[in-house]
């Protein structure tokens, strides 16, 4: 294990922030599917993301070594081929996501700047988030610390508005204000009438699954964390917690001051707060320039932490015969360099072919990106808990610090939400009303070339080394959770002895 410890548990707790909690996710489902939205947040929070985060605490105990994350988690319970197709799905799915959060970025500068929307044709957007990718990819170079300052900072002030919307919501409902949509159980409800249909509604669930969703990302930071595995858990269970909570009440209270109709993927949290600020007297100019500044920093280092933490799954721990090894070549702070400049030249084409299906309105734009970035971004989770599954069914006896409950408690759990994430997928991979063109060259063909080439080339690696070594491809394809329980034996062994003759033991039983 490495020796890092350079960031304590508030700061992860703000990387989490920054990774997963953004209010656009709370703008973009209210505008789909209005205050409907708050109960499947919550729902979502409670049978998704702290279950989700459980496994992922269970599988960082596992692999408590592990620098990469999701490639050694598994890797644990089923071999390397499938921990490499999982850590390029990871990687993968995240170049789509790019394409969604690059030109929000420019959006929220022409808020900050103008005070009002930025009129921009989608291709000069692609460029201008080629030049802004430029300057994150350099960043995201220079590790946690540099990482962790920009994102504590950033998340901190987008807590703080969102802290400020609820309060000034609630504020207004007591005192006495008309909300403008229906507030009500009732008015949370598929209403027949909007034209949303039932499998629109599947489709959307995948962007809310993905709005909760991200916390694998920051499994790589286990190493430079103060505390290790037991602080990891902790911060990533109460954060989780904590970015449900927001998310279904600022959903609620969307409603008090706009209606649905009324705001856009693009506009929505400006005229929100410029509303809110209007009933409490505040110049609304001002308030606009505000939340435009606070939601391109905070933004920003969204795109820090997902600019770095896929490229650290997929290049640091895959076998340097894959690619080579210059690119899997870490610098000091543990970032493959060469592999986020392989990242850069990936999006910038990819930039370009939703800008073809998007004519000239910035909100089509971003629905066409968003859509597609929810829809890829279950792939890897769902691997993930495919290899939690089979760690439950094979590895039970294996040691580590942290299990997620019983046997039992845990294959049901990961059964369910395998369920989930399918139908979730489908429906977001063929969403209505969009061109079916674009549907199978982007969401469809852009999947199956990138995957399918994934595979191929580890095929061709497995050839080559069986070739100068059967021994070492029959290991490269067996689980490590076996070898990984020794590891934690010993590693618990010196904890213990360390903490002298009164330590116990943490393992839980089998």
């Known amino acids: 294990m490495t020796n890092r410890r350079s960031i304590g548990a508030v700061i992860l707790f703000s990387m989490i922030i920054a990774a997963v909690f953004n209010f656009r996710n709370v703008i973009n489902n209210y505008v789909s599917i209005g205050t409907l939205a708050a109960p499947i947040f919550l729902i979502a929070t409670i049978l998704y993301f702290v279950p989700f985060t459980l496994v992922i605490a269970e599988m960082v105990s596992l692999n408590r070594s592990a620098e990469s994350g999701v490639y050694q988690w598994v890797r644990s319970s089923l071999g390397g081929r ?53 300057v994150a990819t350099w960043v995201s170079t220079k590790g946690a610390r540099w990482i962790g300052t920009v994102t504590s900072f950033g998340s901190t002030l987008m807590l703080v508005m969102a802290m400020l919307f609820i309060v000034a919501a609630v504020g207004a409902l007591l005192g006495g204000i008309t909300p403008a949509n229906d507030l009500s159980p009732g008015g949370m409800r598929l209403d027949p009438n909007s034209g949303l249909t039932a499998w629109a509604f599947l489709g959307t669930l995948a962007w809310i699954i993905q709005a909760v969703g991200g916390a694998e990302s920051i499994g790589v930071y286990l190493n430079d964390l103060k505390g290790g595995v037991r602080a990891f858990a902790r911060t990533i269970i109460v954060a989780g917690v904590a970015i449900g909570l927001l998310y279904a009440l600022g959903t609620w209270l969307m409603g008090v001051f706009v209606e649905k109709s009324s705001v856009s993927y693009s506009n929505g949290i400006f005229v929100t707060m410029q509303a809110a600020a209007g009933h409490f007297g505040l110049p609304g100019d001002v308030v606009v320039r505000v939340v ?196 934690n034996t010993l590693a618990l062994q010196a904890d213990r002895d360390a903490q002298g003759p009164r330590a116990q033991d943490p393992v839980a039983p089998a």
């Open 82 to 134: 499938w921990a490499f197709f999982t850590a390029f799905c990871y990687w993968f799915v995240n170049l789509f996501y790019f394409i969604s959060l690059l030109p929000i970025v420019l959006v929220y500068a022409g808020y900050m700047i103008l005070g009002e929307e930025w009129t921009i044709q989608p291709w000069l957007i692609a460029v201008l988030s080629v030049a802004i990718f430029v």
């Open 292 to 487: 435009g500044l606070i939601m391109l920093v905070a933004t920003l280092g969204g795109l820090l932490i997902w600019t770095s933490a896929p490229v650290k799954v997929f290049f640091s721990e895959i076998p340097d015969g894959i690619f080579g090894r210059r690119v899997g070549a870490r610098n000091q702070q543990g970032v493959p360099v060469v592999g986020a400049w392989i990242q850069f030249a990936i999006v910038v084409p990819l930039l370009f072919i939703p800008t073809l299906g998007a004519g000239s309105s910035i909100n089509d734009l971003l629905k066409i990106v968003t859509n597609m970035t929810a829809a890829t971004a279950l792939l890897p989770p769902a691997l993930i808990l495919i290899a939690y599954l089979v760690l439950r069914v094979r590895f039970e006896d294996t040691v580590r610090e942290f299990r997620f409950g019983s046997r039992r408690v845990g294959l049901a759990m990961s059964v369910f939400l395998l369920a989930v994430f399918s139908v979730a997928f489908v429906a977001a991979t063929f969403p209505e009303g969009q061109a079916l063109w674009l549907t199978l060259a982007y969401n469809v063909g852009g999947v199956a070339i990138f995957l399918g080439a994934a595979l191929l080339w580890y095929q061709r690696y497995l050839r080559r080394l069986r070739a100068l070594s059967p021994q070492e491809a029959a290991a490269e394809l067996a689980p490590t959770a076996p070898l990984r329980s020794q590891e």
